[in-house]
T-cell receptor
Framework: RKEVEQDPGPFNVPEGATVAFNCTYS??????FFWYRQDCRKEPKLLMS???SGNEDGRFTAQLNRASQYISLLIRDSKLSDSATYLC??????????FGTGTRLTVIP | GAGVSQTPSNKVTEKGKYVELRCDPI?????LYWYRQSLGQGPEFLIY????????DSGLPNDRFFAVRPEGSVSTLKIQRTERGDSAVYLC???????????FGSGTQLSVL
């Protein structure tokens, strides 16, 4: 079983739409959770950390459900510049970051 | 620049050859990671250095892969007897400490013909 499983996508949404991505993780001892963004042929960059109480950064909201081992990312009022691959990342153990396969988002004018 | 630098950006080699991929982390970052990313997949952990020592090499796929960081800064990932299946983007990342945010380099695209 993979450490991190994500919606495969792709998601094609119109500008202004709200879109949600989901992710599950297998190791209940996982300690930290993140969403990374990766543009085509570029390196991953940290979008936001995910906290137990849920957290928001502008149009982006991240949620964590430890009981269900589930993480989500909500993007409101989608912009063309949001088009990218969104990687769910889980930290397990001292140093290991496990990445999901990523969910590709395309925002259409 | 002040970011993580990886060289070369592209490397084409023939099956069976030896390659070295270099990573210059952000100055002062003690933690350094190597990942491998195949098309359509997320980055896959290979090895983690804390200072000069490999603290976790559990992600190295086999003994053809080896990495060093002799002075606790620059790291080199070495692949012997390359195979076509080694073709991927090799990403390096560094962080100030293991608990801090990771900064990735732009990667080395390795193509084994």
């Amino acid at each position: 079983r993979k450490e991190v499983e994500q919606d495969p996508g792709p998601f094609n949404v119109p500008e202004g739409a709200t879109v949600a991505f989901n992710c599950t993780y297998s190791n209940s001892a996982s300690q930290s959770f993140f969403w990374y963004r990766q543009d085509c042929r570029k390196e991953p960059k940290l979008l936001m950390s995910v906290y137990s109480s849920g957290n928001e950064d502008g149009r982006f909201t991240a949620q964590l459900n430890r009981a269900s081992q589930y993480i989500s990312l909500l993007i409101r009022d989608s912009k063309l510049s949001d088009s990218a691959t969104y990687l769910c990342v889980v930290k397990t153990g001292a140093n290991n970051l496990f990445f999901g396969t990523g969910t590709r988002l395309t925002v259409i004018p | 620049g002040a970011g993580v630098s990886q060289t070369p950006s592209n490397k084409v080699t023939e099956k069976g050859k030896y390659v070295e991929l270099r990573c210059d982390p952000i100055s002062g970052h003690t933690a350094l990671y190597w990942y491998r990313q195949s098309l359509g997949q997320g980055p896959e952990f290979l090895i983690y250095f804390q200072g000069t020592g490999a603290a976790d090499d559990s992600g190295l796929p086999n003994d053809r892969f080896f990495a060093v960081r002799p002075e606790g800064s620059v790291s080199t990932l070495k692949i012997q007897r390359t195979e076509r299946g080694d073709s991927a983007v090799y990403l390096c990342a560094s962080s100030l400490t293991p608990d801090e945010k990771l900064f990735f380099g732009s990667g080395t695209q390795l193509s084994v013909l």
